[in-house]
């Protein structure tokens, strides 16, 4: 499958965007989702994930109560609202896709990965 991340851009802090995944496949509805991100000279890092069917969505401490991630199966499309946003959220995020169930945190547990979208929030 292949995924098309979207919806980067400069905001200043305090600002919103909404980043979307979208996908190239139908098959799309049996996987896991994630946002991951990376920032200049640093490893990149779990963001947010959400399970096949929704019922699950797991965050890292920084996202929590600021970001929220979704999926719409029929659109083939995962979403990252991040509202709050602050300097240290500029990065360049990445949306990645799971065959298998766990390991969300994980980055090598994603089978497939979409380009980046970049992210810069200024102060």
């Known amino acids: 499958v292949q995924l098309q991340a979207s919806g980067g851009g400069l905001v200043q802090a305090g600002g919103s965007l909404r980043l979307s995944c979208a996908a190239s496949?139908?098959?799309?509805?049996?996987?896991?989702m994630g946002w991951f991100r990376q920032a200049p000279g640093k490893e990149r890092e779990f963001v947010a994930a959400?399970?096949?069917?929704?019922?699950?969505?797991f965050y890292a401490d920084s996202a929590k109560g600021r970001f929220t991630i979704s999926r719409d199966n029929a659109k083939i499309t995962m979403y990252l609202q991040m509202n709050s946003l602050k300097p240290e959220d500029t990065a360049d995020y990445y949306c990645a896709a799971k065959v298998r169930s766990g390991d969300y945190y994980y980055s090598g547990s994603y089978d497939y990965w979409g380009q980046g979208t970049q992210v810069t929030v200024s102060s």
């Open positions: 496949e139908r098959t799309f509805s049996d996987y896991g």
């Open positions: 959400i399970t096949w069917d929704t019922d699950s969505t």
